[in-house]
């Protein structure tokens, strides 16, 4: 295991002494205003963060082993400063249902335990539906179905405050809702892998992170 990496980073000040609009997470190409709350909660809490220069090495074993662990129920890929994971609703819940299937629930916590050993990482947990269904049902079940995902990560290790998890509806379509092969690519719930790094300060008015 690459966790160890974390040790080589510089110390940190402490994200508690900084404004919120000043601070940039280094080295991660996708962020969002909930992930970095969550990393400075644990920059706070004394977590040492991965060196940024063994990120890319941290994160491309993460990768490998979730590849292993989770077989052909789930597609893992691995882009600059992110990993992510790729659950199917069609083959991960019933039609309506927030409950996982049996494989893919097992082949599930396999990989979450791969996720509990790499603790200097961050997951974003967000459930997807088609456009089928009013508003309110899609939201609620992509909200459930997210939080079923997270529920067994969990219960493998995985602590919560490394997670955000979040329905969002059919706002991220991956493909086109008129056919049926789009609304089944649609339906999905998705797992985004940041390492855990140092925040630079200095950066106040910087629209980008």
Known sequence: MLVGLGLLSACVSGPAELEPEATRIVGVTYQTEALRGRQEQLL???QIPVASGNAALYMSAIARELKAAVGDTADVQEDEGMVLLRLSSELAFEVGSAELSADSALHLETGARVLASYSLSLLEI???TDSTGSAAINQRLSGQRARSVADVLQAQGVNPERMVVEGRSDTQPLADNASD?????NRRVEIRIVPLLAAETGLRGEGSY
């Open 181 to 185: 092969e789009g609304r089944r690519k």
């Open 44 to 46: 706070a809490a004394g």
């Open 126 to 128: 967000s459930g997807h």
